[in-house]
């Protein structure tokens, strides 16, 4: 079953949090949903596990038993041990005995924390006890899977070990969506959603995305351009309309996923300042 959101637009008081964004997560797959803070999409997981109303649109989701959410919290309780976190969530979801037990060990070996059981939550390193989030969203083997941020601030091997989680669970057919701000992360979902101030920037397949790029980027060390212009390491990616703008001593660049974010963001500031 493809579980959705439709043009949802959600307000708190006089602000704007969502303006008629859509999004579409299909079984056995990723979906990630990316854009800086304030970009709405924490609003949006939490509109499919039923934290926020809409003002307008509609979601499609499971019964709440059948969601596995990890939020961007730690998603667990720091004064209980791992097992007693994992034991407590298998109880509110119903499970108990050898069938808890079974599960739950399953899912500490996976990510790599059997040998932690015993230990306080509080006494795990930042990317244990994501991964211990992670195991408690996935211990009743839910239908959809919303992971918000889960591997923001964790180490690098901890980060391995989370998409290798993700991938396993849409693998066993999982509906999985999560956000992230590292479009690395989002290069390697099936398709993304790239929001900017609550609305829509981008989305579909990566090659969707690229393809409908219309513009032309560009590296140099001084930007001729600096209002469309952005640090990409030691040098500067600059942003032109089209092939035709470029200066003559300039060369086209084949635009990765972050040109793209990047410079549509800034198109949309500046089409909202034109309107102002």
Same mark, same amino acid.
Request: hydrophobic share 45%.
């Given at each position: 079953?493809?579980? $959705?959101?439709? =043009? *949802?637009?959600?307000?708190f008081?006089?602000t704007?949090?969502?303006?008629?964004?859509?999004?579409?997560?299909?079984? !056995? #797959?990723?979906?990630?949903?990316v854009?800086?803070?304030? $970009?709405? &999409?924490?609003?949006?997981?939490?509109t499919?596990?039923? %934290?926020?109303?809409?003002?307008?649109?509609?979601?499609? +989701?499971?019964?709440?038993?059948?969601?596995?959410?990890?939020?961007a919290?730690?998603? #667990?309780? $720091? =004064?209980?041990?791992? %097992?007693?976190?994992?034991?407590?969530? !298998?109880?509110?979801?119903?499970?108990?005995?050898?069938?808890l037990?079974?599960?739950?060990?399953?899912?500490?070996?996976?990510?790599?924390?059997?040998?932690?059981?015993?230990?306080?939550a509080?006494?795990? =390193?930042?990317?244990?006890?994501? &991964?211990?989030?992670?195991?408690?969203?996935?211990?009743?083997?839910?239908?959809?899977?919303?992971?918000?941020?889960? /591997?923001?601030g964790?180490?690098?091997?901890?980060?391995?070990d989370?998409?290798?989680?993700? #991938?396993?669970?849409?693998?066993?057919?999982?509906?999985?969506?999560? /956000?992230?701000?590292?479009?690395?992360e989002?290069?390697? *979902?099936? =398709?993304?959603?790239?929001?900017?101030?609550?609305?829509t920037?981008? &989305?579909?397949?990566?090659?969707?995305?690229?393809?409908?790029?219309?513009?032309?980027?560009?590296?140099?060390?001084?930007?001729?351009?600096?209002?469309? *212009?952005?640090?990409? !390491?030691?040098?500067?990616?600059?942003?032109?309309?089209?092939l035709?703008?470029?200066?003559?001593?300039?060369? $086209?660049?084949?635009?990765d996923?972050?040109?793209v974010?990047v410079?549509? /963001?800034?198109? &949309?500031r500046?089409d909202?300042?034109? +309107?102002?």
């Amino acid at each position: 079953m493809t579980y $959705a959101v439709r =043009s *949802a637009t959600v307000r708190f008081g006089d602000t704007l949090a969502l303006q008629d964004v859509s999004l579409q997560i299909e079984p !056995g #797959s990723v979906v990630a949903v990316v854009g800086g803070d304030g $970009a709405g &999409k924490t609003t949006l997981l939490r509109t499919l596990v039923g %934290e926020v109303q809409l003002e307008r649109g509609q979601v499609n +989701a499971p019964l709440p038993g059948a969601i596995g959410y990890m939020p961007a919290t730690a998603g #667990s309780w $720091a =004064s209980l041990t791992v %097992e007693q976190n994992m034991d407590f969530v !298998g109880g509110i979801y119903g499970l108990s005995g050898s069938a808890l037990a079974s599960r739950r060990d399953e899912l500490l070996e996976r990510a790599s924390l059997e040998q932690t059981a015993d230990r306080l939550a509080s006494q795990l =390193s930042g990317g244990m006890r994501r &991964k211990l989030g992670f195991a408690m969203a996935m211990l009743h083997d839910p239908a959809l899977l919303v992971l918000d941020e889960p /591997s923001t601030g964790i180490d690098p091997v901890s980060r391995v070990d989370l998409w290798r989680l993700v #991938s396993e669970a849409a693998a066993a057919g999982a509906a999985v969506v999560m /956000s992230t701000t590292y479009l690395d992360e989002a290069e390697r *979902a099936a =398709s993304l959603l790239a929001l900017d101030g609550g609305q829509t920037l981008a &989305k579909g397949t990566l090659g969707d995305v690229l393809g409908s790029f219309g513009g032309a980027i560009t590296a140099t060390a001084t930007p001729r351009r600096r209002e469309w *212009a952005w640090r990409r !390491g030691r040098a500067y990616h600059e942003y032109w309309p089209t092939l035709a703008d470029l200066p003559l001593d300039a060369c $086209a660049l084949t635009p990765d996923l972050e040109d793209v974010v990047v410079t549509l /963001s800034m198109l &949309k500031r500046h089409d909202n300042e034109l +309107a102002s």
